[in-house]
């Protein structure tokens, strides 16, 4: 029973096309990521939300717009893609605390190509 | 603005060799720290994490860490690797006010030859 599950695991596409990545915890958790991690490996935070609203948001392209229809669910919408888009999005949750002792759960990656 | 820097990109050890892994951080306030780890074409997993207490903190696989606060340090150490350890290592810090946001250290390539 997978925690944090992302589809599609791999995505290939052509420069200039939208696409989507979903995602769905099935922890509870009420707070939701998007992580880019590119070429290096390096990896970036670059969205968070919160019972559904958006409390974090890196320095990112705003062809970038993540949905969040739920505190289950967050999506990424990617517009008009470019070749620099291409790397691994993860997406993980985790549960905010007034203590802050949160862990965060991170689903498998979407391999993102864009040729 | 907090920074994760982690001192070894690439290591290679024989297998039974011993393994520490340096991460440091920049940041004045408190602090939760976090070892990821990555195996080839998989997600991230937690190998262990400090929140406060018991500044050695054990965590899975044999690995363990310790949380320096002198020295804004929380190294990975395992006495004895395997080839099963090959991965992508990361030092992640999520500090106080930030709502769980983590922040990488750039990560470390760790082969173990068999």
């Known amino acids: 029973d997978t925690a944090v599950s992302q589809t599609p695991k791999y995505l290939v596409t052509q420069m200039g096309n939208d696409k989507s990545i979903k995602c769905e915890q099935n922890?509870?958790?009420?707070?939701m990521y998007w992580y880019k991690q590119d070429s290096k490996k390096f990896l970036k935070i670059m969205f968070s939300?919160?019972?559904?609203?958006?409390?974090i948001n890196e320095t990112v392209p705003n062809r970038f717009s993540p949905k969040s229809p739920d505190k289950a669910h967050l999506n990424l919408h990617i517009n008009s893609l470019e070749l620099g888009d291409s790397a691994v999005y993860f997406c993980?949750?985790?549960?905010?605390?007034?203590?802050?002792?949160?862990?965060?759960?991170f689903g498998q990656g979407t391999r993102l190509t864009v040729v | 603005a907090q920074s994760v820097s982690q001192h070894n990109h690439h290591v290679i050890l024989s297998e039974a060799a011993s393994l520490e892994l340096g991460c440091n951080y920049s940041?004045?306030?408190?602090?939760?720290l976090f070892w990821y780890v990555q195996y080839p074409g998989q997600h991230l997993q937690l190998l262990l994490k400090?929140?406060?207490?018991?500044?050695l903190v054990k965590g899975i696989k044999g690995f363990e860490a310790e949380f320096i606060k002198s020295k804004f340090s929380f190294n990975l150490r395992k006495p004895s690797v395997q080839w099963s350890d090959t991965a992508e290592y990361f030092c992640a810090v999520n500090a106080f006010g930030n709502t769980g946001k983590l922040i990488f250290g750039q990560g470390t390539t760790l082969q173990v030859k068999p």
């Open positions: 940041y004045g306030g408190t602090v939760n």
């Open positions: 939300y919160n019972n559904k609203e958006l409390i």
């Open positions: 993980a949750s985790s549960q905010e605390g007034s203590d802050m002792n949160t862990e965060a759960f």
């Open positions: 400090y929140f406060s207490g018991d500044p």
């Open positions: 922890l509870g958790h009420d707070t």
